[in-house]
Each structure stands twice: as C-alpha cells, then as structure tokens.
C-alpha cells in the first residue's frame, strides 16, 4: 500500500465483524503496533537481559562466550547456553566474524557492502536502519528505525514485540515519504533481505548496501544512535508498558531530531541539517 503506515494503522478500531488480527492483516500493518504488548521472559531473565544491553552498548565486540564470563566475573551464576539464548532474544551479535544472531532468510539475496571508503557529504546520500532491543520494567519489545547518515535525522521509527520484518517495512515506507536516498544500507538480517523489505527499494531505484557479517560498525551512525536514546531516554525513565514506551519516545525523537544540538553537527540539530541540506563544515 501506498498510504503512510500512520493513516491506515487509524483505520483500525473496534468492529462487530472483522478482528483486530483481520483489519491489521487488510491494513498491511503490524498487530504489535496497535496493542504495544510487551514481549515476555521471567523478571530474573529480564534482568540479566538488561545487563546485557548495557555491557553490550559499551563492548560490542562481546559474544555470548566474552558476555558469559563478565556476568559470571560480576556474581551471575549463568552458563553460556543461557546467554547464548538470551542474546539471540535480543538479536545482538559480536562484532566480530563467530557466531551470528542476524542473518539472512533462506534462499534471501545479499547485497554487497557498498560504503567502505565512501565519504558522506550530503543529506539523502545514505540512509541506513537497524533494530534494537529495549528493556522495560516488565517484558521488553524491539525499535527499528531509519536515519539520513549526513543529518542524523531519524526519518521514521516502529516498535514491535517481535522480529517480524513487517514494523521494519512500515518504518522504511514512512521514512520514504520524506525523500529518497541514494543509498539504503542494512544488516544482513532476515528482517531487511527479505523480499517484503527489499523490493520496497528496489521498486524506487535506491541501491541497497548490507554491512559485513559480523561488522555492527558498519552502520555506525546508527549504533551511535541506540547508545543515545538508551542512556538519554530508555534507561533513565525504566518505561513501564509498551503504550508508555511509544508515547516516549514520541516525544524522545522530536527532542532528538528539533531540539538537541548535535557537536557533530556545528551544533545544529538533525532537523535543521536535513530540512536545510545544510553543509558541515
């Protein structure tokens, strides 16, 4: 469909004949995006998956073996199977080539890496997006988003409770109501290789990249944007329920993208870079 996700999620409400599942179905939007229902794991799991987070914002070269030995170095009785499981949940992997948690779908094609040694100049030159876990103080739930890489503007986000790629399709349809880039670059994961995903791109002529397996800091401007909203907004304010978590961050990226002046940016905001095309110097 061609309308913004927003329009048709209104669409859906109480009816005596079709069901939510069915009018998100005929909507072509996420069910997890009308009801923001948490996904769920025991408080003790949660916990340790807080953690990880945490340590994993800081060290993302750390897999589940290196994970495993710092929660047991810091009095966490937990084997590496658990933590295997637990960041696979999450969808984090090391940064480096080992065990993956994002790949890509079967019989999915994978485009190449097409940004090494490419210098950003421009605003809608390249656009990336990525999926992030977020804690809350009962279940969690997963953010997509789509940022310019010049501007750092964050262009369109979706929540969801699971790692379907259809939230991670309706941010990039909205994203793309705001122009187009030349360049689209993605992880190799399921969600973005998959047809749903790409011929979204492929059907604008935008060229798709995908990061090397393994390499998170392919997408770099990205990661340095989960660090931000997770130490500014998510962390501090510990969100109690998903409808609490969206209205959020509602306000979060409007702070983020109007308000907050980026050094990176001669102390712009990403807003005003990206309306403006604005050149930093």
């Known amino acids: 469909m061609s309308l913004p996700v927003a329009t048709r999620r209104s669409w859906v409400g109480s009816d005596p004949v079709y069901s939510i599942r069915r009018q998100c179905r005929l909507a072509g939007i996420s069910r997890s995006s009308i009801y923001y ?4 794991e025991t408080e003790e799991n949660l916990f340790l998956m807080r953690l990880i987070d945490e340590q994993y914002l800081l060290h993302p070269e750390f897999g589940y073996p290196r994970m495993t030995d710092w929660l047991r170095e810091n009095g966490y009785a937990v084997n590496r199977k658990r933590v295997a499981r637990l960041m696979q949940l999450m969808g984090l992997q090391a940064i480096t080539p080992g065990p993956h948690t994002s790949k ?13 040694n490419v210098d950003i100049e ?6 990336s997006t990525d999926i992030t876990y977020i804690p809350m103080r009962h279940g969690f739930m997963y953010l997509a988003a789509v940022i310019d890489w010049y501007s750092r503007y964050v262009l369109a986000w979706e929540l969801s409770n699971t790692m379907e790629s259809l939230f991670c399709v309706d941010a990039l349809k909205l994203a793309l109501t705001k122009g187009n880039p030349g360049i689209f670059n993605t992880d190799q994961g399921s969600q973005f290789t998959s047809e749903a995903f790409t ?14 397996r393994g390499r998170a800091l392919d997408n770099v401007f990205i990661e340095r944007l989960w660090w931000t909203v997770k130490y500014e907004d998510i962390y501090p304010r510990s969100y109690s329920n998903g409808h609490a978590l969206y209205r959020g961050l509602s306000r979060y ?16 905001t990403p807003f005003e870079v990206f309306s403006h ?3 930093i110097d």
């Open 37 to 40: 229902e948490p996904a769920r």
């Open 104 to 116: 890509p779908g079967p019989g999915h094609k994978i485009y190449p890496y097409l940004l090494r």
């Open 122 to 127: 421009n605003v809608n030159q390249v656009w």
């Open 199 to 212: 011929e979204v791109l492929l059907d604008k002529d935008i060229a798709i990249s995908m990061d090397g």
């Open 253 to 268: 990226f409007n702070y983020y993208n109007k308000v907050r002046k980026n050094s990176a940016l001669d102390k712009q």
């Open 277 to 279: 095309g604005a050149v």
